[in-house]
């Protein structure tokens, strides 16, 4: 092993040493959670989505509740194809950032059926749960952000549909 080798490992095992994680929480703006998206024209929002009349979201100290049944009332077929995109926005200097945090799901109906997606677990109909937002980070993530979620359907021509549901969830990131 030559020196620069050897500098290379010094430097990787003592950054690991030094580096710790820390724990981070998201916690809602609002106690309903989600919001329609205040800055994308031309989409529509939660009453377009989901009835929320047997449907129950919050936010308290211990953490976002899931409850009820969540009935689907956007206008699509059952032959369409959604696609979900997810990104987390960061505050920054008075406007709203990307940051590397997204996610694509190219078909959501089908991932509800996989096991192993990141979509698996949302069910329209489900027993009473609670979720924390908690994460651990090497680098600090405090600070104000939003979860901007997009609904889109295609056709079986693959033909966008014209009604995009946009839905946010503001809040701050804060070191638990």
Same mark, same amino acid.
């Given at each position: 092993?030559?020196?620069?080798?050897?500098?290379?490992?010094?430097?990787?095992?003592?950054?690991?040493?030094?580096?710790?994680?820390?724990?981070?929480?998201?916690?809602?703006?609002?106690?309903?959670?989600?919001?329609?998206?205040?800055?994308?024209?031309?989409?529509?929002?939660?009453?377009?989505?989901?009835?929320?009349?047997?449907?129950?979201?919050?936010?308290?100290?211990?953490?976002?509740?899931?409850?009820?049944?969540? +009935? &689907?009332?956007? !206008? *699509?077929?059952?032959?369409?194809? %959604?696609?979900?995109?997810?990104?987390?926005?960061? /505050? =920054? @200097?008075?406007?709203?950032?990307?940051?590397?945090?997204?996610?694509?799901?190219?078909?959501?109906?089908?991932?509800?059926?996989?096991?192993?997606?990141?979509?698996?677990?949302?069910?329209?109909?489900?027993?009473?749960? +609670? &979720?924390?937002? !908690? *994460?651990?980070?090497?680098?600090? %993530?405090?600070?104000?952000?939003?979860?901007?979620? /997009? =609904? @889109?359907?295609?056709?079986?021509?693959?033909?966008?549909?014209?009604?995009?549901?946009?839905?946010?969830?503001?809040?701050?990131?804060?070191?638990?």
């Amino acid at each position: 092993m030559n020196f620069l080798n050897g500098l290379v490992i010094i430097i990787v095992l003592t950054l690991g040493f030094e580096l710790q994680a820390a724990t981070y929480r998201f916690v809602p703006e609002y106690p309903e959670i989600f919001v329609d998206c205040t800055d994308k024209p031309g989409t529509v929002g939660m009453d377009h989505f989901i009835d929320p009349s047997e449907w129950s979201v919050y936010y308290d100290d211990e953490g976002i509740h899931f409850g009820g049944t969540g +009935t &689907v009332n956007w !206008d *699509v077929k059952k032959t369409d194809r %959604m696609m979900m995109d997810a990104e987390l926005q960061k /505050f =920054f @200097r008075g406007g709203w950032t990307q940051t590397p945090f997204s996610v694509r799901v190219l078909d959501f109906c089908k991932e509800m059926k996989n096991n192993r997606s990141y979509v698996y677990e949302v069910k329209y109909r489900h027993n009473p749960f +609670t &979720v924390k937002v !908690d *994460v651990e980070a090497l680098v600090n %993530m405090e600070g104000r952000y939003k979860f901007v979620t /997009f =609904f @889109r359907a295609y056709d079986e021509e693959n033909r966008l549909r014209p009604e995009v549901v946009c839905v946010e969830v503001p809040g701050d990131i804060i070191k638990v």
